[in-house]
């Protein structure tokens, strides 16, 4: 069993140190593990504290081609998008994709919203309410939005499903199928229970384990996916980065 690639690494575009090291500090550690791939996947736009800027997507573009000379590891460049509203926008543009490699979406916290509504219905709500019982109504605008974004863009990965954001996971899960969108395994957390990760295996749903590495020695560090991977008895071809790469959105024949 070979983990081919990482594709959700942060770095010191993730702005205030919330990134620590560099795009070829991250290289480097995957180059040394083995890795063949890694996506450089910073904070969307949107983020007040942690967004990437778009003036620095050309500094990112040099240093991920000085990093590829210099390591022999495949980088591509992305970006963890944040959603915006509850109508499924998220804090990319049109133009962005004509330098994404690879898109990530998730909930954070502190991010810009398209509406004080927004702000109220998908930041407020869910940061004073309960992860564990959330009200059907929470839970239902939740999902929808999830669902909205994933009919709006074409998400490659979604990052850390359920953490500070709770959704029916497994209707988010068929329409991340359906789309050739892959669920991802976090290695930091997996906020969703064995149960549904077998539920949504069952459903022929396709994951993908990742670190959200913030820290270089972090890159490649997926043992929490992983773990749940063998313990549950996942098919490894419904894992997109193992024994193989992953066919992203923009990305596929060329590999």
């Known amino acids: 069993m070979v983990l081919f690639g990482d594709y959700h690494t942060h770095t010191k575009y993730s702005r205030h140190n919330h990134g620590k090291g560099t795009i070829l500090e991250n290289a480097s550690v995957a180059s040394s593990k083995g890795l063949k791939q890694i996506a450089i996947t910073d904070h969307g736009f949107n983020h007040f504290c942690f967004g990437v800027r778009r003036k620095d997507i050309p500094e990112v573009k040099e240093d991920i081609w000085n990093a590829r000379e210099v390591t022999g ?61 959330p009200s059907k109504e929470r839970l239902n605008r939740n999902t929808t939005a999830f669902l909205k974004a994933l009919d709006k863009y074409p998400i490659d990965i979604i990052t850390h499903l359920n953490y500070g954001f709770p959704t029916d996971t497994l209707a988010v899960a068929k329409l991340a199928k359906e789309k050739g969108t892959y669920v991802e395994l976090n290695g930091k957390r997996i906020c969703f229970t064995e149960q549904e990760i077998l539920t949504m295996a069952n459903e022929g749903v396709n994951f993908i384990v990742d670190s959200d590495a913030h820290t270089p020695d972090r890159v490649g560090e997926c043992n929490e996916g992983l773990n749940l991977i063998f313990k549950l008895g996942i098919p490894l071809s419904q894992v997109a980065n193992i024994d193989k790469f992953p066919k992203f959105l923009r990305t596929r024949g060329k590999n």
Do not use: C
């Not at 133009?95 to 994404?100: I, K, Q, T, W, Y």
């Not at 109220?120 to 869910?126: F, K």
């Open 73 to 133: 590891v495949d980088i591509l460049l992305g970006v963890e998008a944040n959603l915006i509203s509850t109508d499924g926008d998220v804090d990319v543009k049109v133009e962005d994709f004509e330098f994404l490699d690879i898109l990530l979406m998730g909930y954070h916290k502190l991010v810009h919203m398209n509406s004080q509504k927004d702000f109220r219905q998908i930041n407020l709500v869910n940061m004073v309410g309960s992860p564990f019982r």
